[in-house]
Each structure stands twice: as C-alpha cells, then as structure tokens.
C-alpha cells in the first residue's frame, strides 16, 4: 500500500513539475522546428530581433500578471499604454523636454494605474468590469485628443532607447532583462512579494494574517498602470510615433503569455521565470511565421490558439496540483 501511495506522490510531482515547465518545452520545440524548416532562424539578427519584439510584450505580460497573481485581471494596460504614450508625446512636441515627457508617461501610467487599484480594492467594483471601463474610456479620450492623426517627428533622444543599440546590441533587450530583474527581486525577496502571492492565494487569510489586503491590491494595480506606461515610452521610441493602432495587438498577447507562462488564473501562483518563457514562446512563434513567409493574417489565429492553449494548461495544472 505505501508503495502505490509513493508511486502516485512520484507521478504527481512528475507531472507538476512538466505542467510549471511546459512552456519551455514548447519553446525548444518551437525553436527547433521553425529551424529545421528554415535554417536562417539560428542567426544572431533573428534572434536579436526576437529579443527587441518581446520587450514591449514582456513588460505588458509582467504588468498584466501582477493583477492576475491577485486573481483580478486588468484589461486596460493597452488603453494606459497609447494614453500615456499620446499624452506624453504632444507634450512633448508642445515644448516639454522630453526627459520630463518620459517621466509624465510613466507618472501618468502610475496614477491610471492606482486609480483602477482603489476602485477594485476600496469600492469593490468588478476588476473585469472596471478596467475594461477604463481601457475604453482611455482608447476614446486618444482618439479624442488626436482626432485620429498619428503623432510623429519625435526627437533623436527620445527614440534612442527604443531604436539605440549598446556597440551591435539594441537597447530595448536590455531594457528589457532589467524589468524582468527587478521584478524577480521584488516577487521573490520583498515582503510586498510574498502579500502579494498571499493575497492571492486566499484573500481572508492574508487579511487575518495581518497583510493590509487593499493597500497590497492598489499597490499592485499601480506598479502595473506604471508598467504600461513604460511599454507606452518603449513602444512609442521604437516606432517614431503613436499611431491609431499604436499597441493594438499586445492586449490577447500579454494574457496569453502570462498564463501559458504559469501564472494562474485563480491567482496566488505565478513565477518570473515561467513568464519569460511565455513570452519568448509567442514571440519566437510570431517572428518564425515570419521568417517562414507565412501569412500575417495566420498570426492573429496562432495567438488565439495560444490563449485556448494556456486556459487549457492553466486548467490541468490547478487539477494536477490540487
């Protein structure tokens, strides 16, 4: 009897730990046979281009994920995002040194972001509900403000950091393992990390616990708005301009990512690690269709497969590990 009882905690573990990993062996897989059907992927520019794309997503997803850990959601990160980049950049253009335009976007990223974080966790509104309110609200008010005109000539400095290169190395990769560094320190080595995980697993809990419950989900809320808005920075300094589309298609992507990246829906689990794979996976797919020849339009229906798949894997794995 002990013996089938070990054997069925060995097989659980098992398939625990591929179920946290499989979004690793989907990428290998992904890697080698995009490879395999073109040989021009295994090149350092490929790869370098790979890296550039999933800056903007990866910060997107790790914004997204910090309301997911809560077992909230925040639907409005693309409205923050454009938003602020809009905003930022007419005021620029209107005589702001675009040092003080790169800090308004990120400042008004932070304020979007814990004002949505006060209406979940104060007013108990629906965090579904009232994002997706605020993304609209937000997309509306660009449209509004630039009547639908792109925001262009933006200035040498501002672009560097999205177009600049380190000798032969963009900057945006850079940029991009930075966010994701300091995120793992805060997830994994401060006391905000730990509430927040503990918030999400069980709300009632934390609060008898002694975790300000409320205050951790505002805090939360608002290091995702200021994740937006530096995505908006990002995204804005990589184009040369904010356009009408400007962003358009991180919303599915970022979810998708996430949770395909280990990040539960039901909140409380989740890992920095896991979420870098996500990304990478959904980007290396969306170049190689590209190096491929495939279709654009095909792009769009992988990204909704990816979604079906991560619900699915997000699924097995709260029935594997109870």
Do not use: H
Request: proline content about 2%; aromatic content about 8%.
């Amino acid at each position: 009897m002990s013996k089938d009882i070990s054997m069925k905690l060995n097989s659980r573990v098992v398939k625990g730990a591929l179920l946290n990993n499989v979004v690793w062996i989907l990428l290998l897989v992904s890697v080698i046979a995009i490879g395999t059907m073109e040989p021009l992927f295994f090149t350092v520019r490929i790869f370098a281009n790979v890296l550039t794309q999933a800056t903007v997503l990866g910060i997107l997803t790790l914004a997204i994920s910090f309301a997911i850990l809560l077992g909230d959601i925040d639907l409005s990160l693309v409205g923050t995002m454009v938003f602020t980049a809009a905003i930022g950049t007419l005021a620029m253009k209107g005589g702001l040194p675009w040092v003080l335009s790169i800090l308004l976007i990120l400042i008004l990223g932070l304020i979007i972001g814990l004002i949505n974080g006060v209406l979940i966790a104060k007013l108990k509104a629906v965090a579904l509900i009232e994002t997706l309110a605020m993304q609209i609200l937000l997309s509306g008010a660009v449209m509004a403000i630039t009547q639908g005109r792109a925001i262009v000539d933006l200035p040498d400095n501002y672009k560097y950091i999205g177009q600049g290169k380190i000798g032969n190395i963009p900057f945006l990769p850079v940029v991009f393992i930075i966010v994701f560094f300091i995120v793992y320190v805060v997830w994994n080595k401060t006391a905000f990390g730990r509430s927040l995980f503990a918030v999400g697993g069980n709300a009632s809990s934390a609060y008898v616990s002694g975790i300000k419950v409320d205050r951790i989900k505002i805090y939360a809320f608002g290091i995702s708005g200021l994740l937006a808005g530096l995505a908006g920075f990002l995204l804005s300094g990589y184009m040369g301009a904010v356009t009408s589309t400007f962003g358009t298609s991180y919303g599915n992507n970022c979810l998708a990512a996430s949770v395909i990246g280990g990040v539960s829906l039901s909140g409380g689990r989740g890992s920095v690690q896991g979420i870098l794979g996500g990304v990478l996976l959904l980007t290396v797919i969306q170049v190689g269709l590209q190096v491929l020849g495939i279709s654009s339009f095909y792009v769009q229906m992988v990204g909704g497969m990816m979604i079906f798949l991560a619900v699915l894997i997000d699924s097995i794995r709260l029935k594997v590990q109870g």
